[in-house]
């Protein structure tokens, strides 16, 4: 798994019990309904679950040795040590602003679709552009699609809740 040892702590969360087996939330979580990694405990007040010390070392072990705490070997892939890949603009930013546009409605067709999804059916594109200049001047470069989707809603339902209308 890894050269150096890794620390156990008095408990810790089951997304940080797979970050220290290397693996992610969702394989852990797969794995440990297999039987291979052992159940966490849970908290009686809140019942979220949690890995003791002793069970970190039992996943860590189970990680060390393939073989899981049902007995039955398991095969990890190996995490490859890869530095992570720059990727190039195609286009090289011009250092003025260009002038404005007035947005197509296919420049916005998939916030549009899951805006009418969501049930605001009303919306249109300048409505769209005019969100998304206010909410990331900057552009959406490097922001989920869907915490765009969710801004985006939200900023047209301030904007014509009944509260406010007239004023």
């Known amino acids: 798994m890894r050269d150096q040892q890794v620390q156990t702590k008095a408990v810790v969360s089951v997304a940080e019990m797979a970050r220290m087996c290397s693996l992610s939330r969702a ?22 679950p949690f890995y003791t010390e002793e069970l970190q070392r039992h996943c860590l072990e189970v ?26 603009p195609t286009r090289p930013t011009t250092a003025h602003p260009t002038r404005a546009k007035l947005p197509k409605a296919d420049d916005h067709a998939d916030l549009l679709d899951g805006l009418a999804a969501l049930g605001l ?18 552009g959406v470069g490097g922001v989920d699609g869907g915490d765009v989707l969710r801004a985006v809603f939200l900023n047209l339902k301030r904007q014509n809740t009944g509260d406010n209308v007239g004023r």
């Open 121 to 138: 059916t009303s919306a249109t594109a300048l409505q769209v552009g005019a969100a998304l200049r206010v909410l990331y001047p900057s």
């Open 27 to 48: 394989r852990f979580y797969q794995l440990m309904k297999a039987g291979t990694f052992p159940q966490p405990d849970y908290d009686p007040q809140t019942g979220r």
């Open 63 to 88: 990680r060390r040795r393939n073989c899981g705490v049902d007995g039955r070997p398991v095969l990890f892939y190996a995490r490859g040590n890869r530095p992570p890949v720059q990727v190039k």
